[in-house]
């Protein structure tokens, strides 16, 4: 795929536990975002990280970034039910262009 | 502060018929994207405006797909003639105009196109 994966597809996990999701891409980017949405609903804006950042936290959320491996990861820890979403990264592209470009997602479920 | 809103958040129509698809920003964000996702793919871009110009229309998959964004405001999102392979989720995404808050998108619910 041009524009790279995300891995794993769907994650099962129980209350409490973290959960790891990642996701790759081909070509340069100016931030990578990360988005969750719920069954039905709309896109919900996690976090933003840039090209030159590393790592970034809000609250149970910690995002990594590995511009050299073009990876970047996703954390939540102490997963609780209501995280139960598909959880999508979009690369922000360098240049004038403003488009995300979106991964499959992860489809993490979360029981409780 | 309100989100960014869309309407309908369904649409059923016959193939060949013309549907609008609406969309409001978030107020003061002049950037304004489309994406959609057909069944079983990635959200992909359409196209994105900034305040009433249309800045980057690649990803507009034929010319049944017209959009505007008269004024600066909102902005609409016609498929005329619709086509079975329309059917999807339209999603519409604002950003603030300038800094680099301009790269963080705000999505709305999303349209759910059904073309029979």
């Known amino acids: 795929s041009q524009q790279g994966e995300e891995d794993p597809q769907a994650l099962s996990i129980q209350e409490g536990e973290n959960a790891t999701m990642n996701c790759s891409y081909k070509t340069s980017i100016n931030n990578l975002q990360w988005y969750r949405q719920n069954s039905g609903r709309g896109l919900v804006h996690l976090i933003l990280i840039r090209s030159n950042e590393r790592e970034k936290h809000s609250g149970r959320l910690r995002v990594t970034l590995d511009t050299s491996k073009k990876s970047s990861s996703l954390l939540i820890t102490a997963s609780r039910a209501a995280d139960t979403a598909s959880y999508f990264c979009?690369?922000?592209?360098?240049?004038?262009?403003?488009?995300?470009?979106f991964g499959s997602g992860t489809q993490l479920t979360v029981l409780p | 502060e309100a989100g960014v809103t869309q309407f309908p958040s369904h649409s059923v129509i016959e193939k060949g018929q013309t549907v609008t698809l609406r969309c409001d920003p978030i107020?003061?964000?002049?950037?304004l994207y489309w994406y959609r996702r057909v069944m079983g793919k990635e959200i992909k871009f359409l196209l994105h405006f900034v305040k009433e110009s249309k800045q980057d229309e690649s990803g507009m998959p034929n010319n049944r797909f017209l959009a505007e964004r008269t004024g600066g405001t909102y902005s609409t999102l016609k498929v005329q003639p619709a086509e079975l392979e329309d059917s999807g989720v339209y999603f519409c995404?604002?950003?603030?105009?300038?800094?680099?808050?301009?790269?963080?998108?705000?999505f709305g619910p999303g349209t759910r196109l059904t073309v029979l």
């Open positions: 107020s003061g964000h002049d950037n």
């Open positions: 995404a604002s950003s603030q105009a300038g800094g680099r808050a301009r790269n963080e998108q705000f």
């Open positions: 979009a690369k922000g592209r360098t240049g004038s262009a403003r488009q995300l470009t």
